[in-house]
């Protein structure tokens, strides 16, 4: 394939340098070629803040991509487990299926925005709507997130080993929110919640997971107090 | 029988006003009974400039018609040939709108499906994902990517013909789909990832991009997901339509959808299906403007809906400049919405006392958010489901949509075309001021256009 330069000699690894190689290309591969080519590691150069990297993968690989993403970085992913060695925009690991995502540096707007599973891992912060319209996904943030995050969150559950900021929470229905930190304030229907023992050892896992140091006593429960769920408490009065 | 003296002193008086008939005055007495504004089904109720606005000019001493019933008129449509290897080839111009499974039952859902690969066009999902019954019963699908994503997943974008990216609705632009709990039975529940039976509420506002610029983007990564293989559709509903056709281009469109008020939803406030929005006429010519501004007619194909109802409209939509038509309401109207009776076990039974029962009456029907509709549509319902039988249904679909492309063909003949995309502005007139203003066509037996040519 033209523009792709074999740095690792070994099968089972192959580069795409984005310098040299279009994106399309290297998401060509992951859809077409990467199924039973015996490739199981898959190292990108040269990212630069592309947009799009490895999306829509439908098969078990683990990525590289050694530097900074644009956006929706890994969005749709399906079974692979991809690492960003660096900062990513947009919407990294959007309406993820399964699989893995972590992220070494800071993610920008709506990180993991609608992902119905795997595990989103971002190590820095993540900026606004984190975990937005989640559906099933689990997201652990190392650092803190910014307003409005997991916005209508429907299923799941985000870890925030710092600070949260405004309207966290806002119209949740059954996603689950862990905060280490502070939070600003909370969304439209959101309630503080007191831990349970499932609360306990769920965090413990995502935190053992994350490979983050924190006791899950530290954190706080956040979810719907289901007030929302029904459109108008008094709509059948009659008067 | 013997006839009376009338004592005219005990005449009842009916002078009714303009201002509050008995629309506005049962709309009060309604928010006064409940303080909480009426959530209903189907688009604007409201007289407005339409189609039916327009006329035909037809041949003449100048123009030269074609034999009406023999003389071939092809009605054949592409869309999406900007960028996608494969784009959406149709037999017909006409196209089923995007409407959700949980708004329509699953048995609608495959009515349309089997209608639509019959006729050679395509039918669309809705908000909540695309079912096993469409994508089976569907040649062409598309499939929509709406605020919610509720049920959006990369193995039906990889199943679809084309994807519509959806900013807006007709009926309500600017606003959410709502679901009200008694459709969300488990299997929807379960689509779309929600609690049974919650009033689901959808986001209004795409969760990962905001502006046009991150459309680009995400138009993007919706094009390598899919190898750059299907068309991508971005609609709208109506409102700054100019302006947001031409940021669809921008974005990488391949088609635009555009959807007027009269466009219909399951569930919406009635205030924001009457009063938000501008009517089709007039959304379809700033569409069109925008096209012809970018030179983009022909490579962005234009699909038009809100209020299609007949040949005639299809025709008038083709002449001002859509390349296609989608309709929503018209094919539940096929199916038998707001019609007295339902077709079961080989005969026909009355629906009069469950539209009764709903406070409602055949011909006045909008209660789709109730889940309880009489003729077995809009609804989750399992025994009422019964009365649609996804045969019967795509019969009358079917029927219904080759209708509409007969009476289509035999204007575009009487035009002199022999392609129904060779309908011209030329072709059509105004029959009223506000028609003419909105469309940008002469007055009929004037030359006068308001607004762009001098005084009449």
């Known amino acids: 394939m033209a523009g792709v330069t074999a740095t690792v000699p070994t099968a089972a690894t192959r580069v795409f340098d984005l310098a040299d190689a279009p994106v399309r290309a290297l998401n060509q591969f992951l859809h077409h070629e990467l199924r039973g080519s015996g490739v199981q590691r898959v190292e990108i150069l040269n990212p630069n803040g592309a947009h799009n990297i490895a999306v829509g993968i439908d098969h078990p690989v ?56 795997g595990t989103l891992i971002i190590e820095g912060d993540a900026s606004l709507r984190c975990g937005i319209s989640m559906k099933g996904i689990d997201i652990v943030v190392g650092g803190r997130v910014g307003n409005f995050s997991a916005f209508m969150g429907q299923a799941g559950r985000l870890v925030v080993c710092g600070d949260a900021g405004d309207g966290l929470g806002d119209s949740l229905y059954e996603a689950v929110l862990y905060v280490r930190g502070k939070i600003k304030s909370l969304g439209a229907d959101a309630q503080e919640e007191p831990m349970t023992e499932a609360d306990l050892a769920g965090v413990a896992d995502l935190l053992k997971k994350a490979g983050f140091p924190y006791d899950p006593t530290e954190f706080k429960r956040v979810a719907s107090a289901r007030s929302l769920y029904h459109w108008n408490a008094d709509a059948n009065q009659e008067y | 029988m013997m006839n009376k003296p009338v004592e005219l002193g005990k005449r009842i008086q009916r002078e009714e006003s303009a201002g509050y008939d008995r629309t506005v005055l049962d709309y009060i007495h309604n928010a006064a009974a409940h303080g909480l504004y009426e959530i209903r089904g189907l688009g604007a109720k409201r007289r407005l400039p339409h189609f039916d606005d327009l006329v035909f000019l037809a041949a003449s001493g100048s123009r030269y018609p074609l034999e009406g019933y023999r003389e ?339 204007i575009a003949r009487a035009c002199g075309k022999s392609n129904v995309h060779h309908l011209e502005r030329e072709d059509l007139v105004a029959l009223t001021l506000e028609a003419a203003a909105m469309a940008r066509l002469p007055l009929a037996g004037t030359s006068w256009i308001p607004g762009v040519s001098g005084p009449l």
Request: proline share 4%; net charge neutral; hydrophobic share 35%.
């Open chain 2, 72 to 410: 071939k008129c092809t009605t054949k449509t592409v869309l999406g040939t900007r960028y996608a290897k494969k784009p959406i080839e149709l037999d017909i111009p006409i196209t089923f709108a995007g409407m959700s499974f949980g708004s329509l039952s699953a048995r609608v859902k495959e009515s349309l499906g089997r209608a639509a690969t019959e006729l050679g066009t395509s039918t669309t999902t809705g908000d909540g994902g695309m079912t096993p019954e469409e994508r089976q019963s569907s040649r062409q699908l598309v499939y929509q990517c709406l605020p919610s994503r509720y049920g959006f997943n990369p193995d039906d974008v990889r199943k679809a013909n084309a994807i519509e990216m959806v900013i807006g609705q007709g009926a309500k632009p600017g606003g959410g789909g709502m679901l009200l709990g008694q459709k969300v039975n488990p299997r929807v529940a379960k689509m779309r990832t929600l609690p049974e039976g919650v009033d689901q509420r959808s986001a209004c506002r795409h969760p990962d991009w905001t502006g046009p610029d991150d459309l680009v983007i995400k138009i993007h990564e919706l094009r390598e997901i899919t190898d750059w293989q299907i068309p991508i559709y971005v609609k709208v509903g109506a409102t700054r339509t100019n302006h947001d056709v031409k940021l669809a281009v921008h974005a990488g469109a391949d088609v635009v959808v555009v959807d007027g008020m009269q466009g219909g939803t399951a569930a919406t406030q009635s205030v924001f299906i009457e009063h938000v929005g501008i009517p089709t006429l007039a959304a379809l010519r700033q569409a069109v403007d925008a096209l012809e501004e970018m030179d983009m007619r022909g490579k962005v194909q234009l699909v038009i809906s809100g209020g299609i109802r007949s040949g005639a409209d299809v025709a008038k939509a083709l002449a001002m400049g859509a390349d296609a038509v989608s309709i929503g309401q018209g094919a539940l109207m096929a199916l038998g919405c707001n019609n007295d009776t339902y077709w079961k076990d080989g005969s026909n039974w009355s629906a009069e006392a469950d539209y009764a029962r709903l406070g409602t009456a055949p011909g006045y029907c909008h209660h789709c958010h109730t889940g309880k509709c009489p003729v077995g549509i809009t609804t989750q319902d399992a025994e009422l489901e019964q009365r649609l039988d996804p045969t019967v249904g795509a019969r009358r679909l079917k029927n219904y949509f080759k209708t509409l492309n007969m009476e289509l063909t035999t």
């Open chain 1, 62 to 117: 683990t990525i590289d991509i050694q530097g900074h993403g644009g956006y929706y970085v890994a969005g749709m992913n399906k079974h692979a487990d991809v690492t960003v060695h660096g900062n990513v925009g947009w919407g990294v690991a959007e309406n993820m299926m399964s699989g893995t995502v972590r992220v070494k540096g800071f993610a920008s707007e709506s990180a993991g925005a609608t992902g119905h599973g």
